[in-house]
């Protein structure tokens, strides 16, 4: 059983920049494949960006660019970096966790909201 909890999300201005954590139990943390989701209201999750074990990550093509993902495996955190933020970023951020067993993302976390305003 792996569980995470997200934290920094808040109320932000257009244009700002907001990081995200997400802290990990485990002892194998170093090789899970960790990712970002987001989901506005009124509309499905999406991905946002993921971080292989290997250190190699890939985003959506909304926030290519602007956001940036990393790890650090000594303190089992996944952090998100999201800059030049707009008011399309507005949600709640889930952190997920993939431990490479075949069944792609099983663990999730509680969510933390990010809300953009004007």
């Known amino acids: 059983q792996v569980q995470l909890v997200e934290s920094g999300g808040r109320l932000v201005q257009a244009g700002d920049s907001l990081r995200l954590s997400c802290v990990a139990s485990?002892?194998?943390?170093?090789?899970?494949?960790m990712g970002w989701f987001r989901q506005a209201p009124g509309k499905e999750r999406e991905f946002v960006a993921a971080?292989?074990?290997?250190?190699?990550?890939y985003y959506a093509d909304s926030v290519k660019g602007r956001f940036t993902i990393s790890r650090d495996n000594a303190k089992n955190t996944v952090y998100l970096q999201m800059n030049s933020l707009t008011l399309e970023d507005t949600a709640v951020y889930y952190c997920?966790?993939?431990?490479?067993?075949?069944?792609?993302?099983?663990?999730w976390g509680q969510g933390t909201q990010v809300t953009v305003s004007s």
């Open positions: 485990g002892r194998t943390f170093n090789n899970y494949r």
């Open positions: 971080i292989r074990r290997s250190g190699g990550t």
């Open positions: 997920t966790a993939d431990l490479n067993r075949g069944s792609g993302w099983e663990y």
